[in-house]
């Protein structure tokens, strides 16, 4: 890995705001110069493996014998009961399993059968949210994060990946007109980035709004570092019992 930041450098927790008005926390997944690949749901940076990350919750089916699944047993695993989905009919389960709790509802007598779910189907609401790139989110890629100072051409074929950069982000005027790409008045054939870029990603990698539909994330709309946890509730339960006293004042090092 010479040349490189140790991988963990890859998954710092940090915020984002929608063009400034929201902000989100997710971690950065790929850095400037980086090329980001999603297949059947897993990280790929640069070719290599994205190793897992503690907490991370994809979602299953779980089918079970028709014996449920137990209060307790939800609970104990960390899994509220607005993220629990019964199809009764067909004694199925939709569940956020972190790696942890898919091996626990995996040893359960009751458990029939856990499938992963994947999504399959383009659509539009997945970035760059026009042409004809057949993204899911998870299946995504094979993506480049523009670096500062990096030239790259441009095509009406690879423009829908660079248009907001270049017309929004980078604040310049930007028209396509008989199949040829103008920027400020003149026509272009390339394009050299004035910010570095990233790409983020929730934990809860089906249920997230992140990089894989707004796009890349800009240097400036990064605009700090969570460093602990100073509250955390639990949902399902009244004050003060909602109250997770073990999940507070927990420094956050990734």
């Known amino acids: 890995k010479a040349g490189r930041e140790k991988l963990a450098q890859h998954y710092t927790i940090i915020s984002?705001?929608?063009?400034?008005?929201?902000?989100?926390?997710?971690?950065?997944?790929?850095?400037?110069?980086?090329?980001?690949?999603?297949?059947?749901?897993?990280?790929?940076?640069?070719?290599?493996?994205?190793?897992?990350?503690?907490?991370?919750?994809?979602?299953?089916?779980?089918?079970i014998n028709g014996t449920p699944i137990s209060n307790q047993a939800f609970e104990k695993m960390g899994i509220?009961?607005?993220?629990?989905?019964?199809?009764?009919?067909?004694?199925?389960?939709?569940?956020?399993?972190?790696?942890?709790?898919?091996?626990?509802?995996?040893?359960?007598?009751?458990?029939v059968s856990v499938e992963k779910y994947e999504s399959t189907q383009p659509m539009h609401y997945i970035f760059p949210n026009e042409g004809n790139f057949g993204w899911t989110e998870d299946n995504f890629g094979p993506l480049w994060i523009p670096k500062?100072?990096?030239?790259?051409?441009?095509t009406t074929e690879n423009l829908p990946l660079y248009r907001r950069?270049?017309?929004?982000?980078?604040?310049?005027?930007?028209?396509?007109?008989?199949?040829?790409?103008?920027?400020?008045?003149?026509?272009a054939t390339s394009y050299t980035f004035k910010m570095d870029y990233y790409f983020m990603m929730g934990d809860n990698r089906h249920n997230s709004a992140d990089s894989r539909f707004w796009g890349f994330v800009p240097e400036d709309h990064v605009v700090?570092?969570?460093s602990f946890v100073w509250l955390s509730i639990d949902k399902d339960k009244k004050f003060p019992k909602n109250i997770r006293w073990n999940h507070m004042f927990r420094s956050l090092k990734e």
């Open 165 to 187: 950069i270049i017309d929004v982000y980078e604040a310049n005027d930007l028209e396509e007109r008989d199949g040829k790409i103008f920027i400020n008045g003149k026509e």
């Open 148 to 154: 500062k100072g990096t030239t790259v051409e441009l």
């Open 80 to 111: 509220a009961k607005d993220d629990i989905l019964f199809d009764r009919e067909n004694q199925r389960y939709q569940l956020p399993l972190t790696d942890k709790n898919l091996r626990t509802v995996q040893s359960m007598s009751n458990v």
């Open 16 to 63: 984002r705001p929608v063009d400034k008005r929201e902000h989100y926390v997710k971690r950065a997944v790929a850095l400037p110069g980086d090329s980001l690949e999603i297949r059947h749901s897993q990280l790929y940076i640069n070719g290599r493996y994205a190793e897992p990350i503690d907490g991370r919750q994809y979602v299953y089916f779980v089918t």
């Open 224 to 226: 700090g570092r969570p």
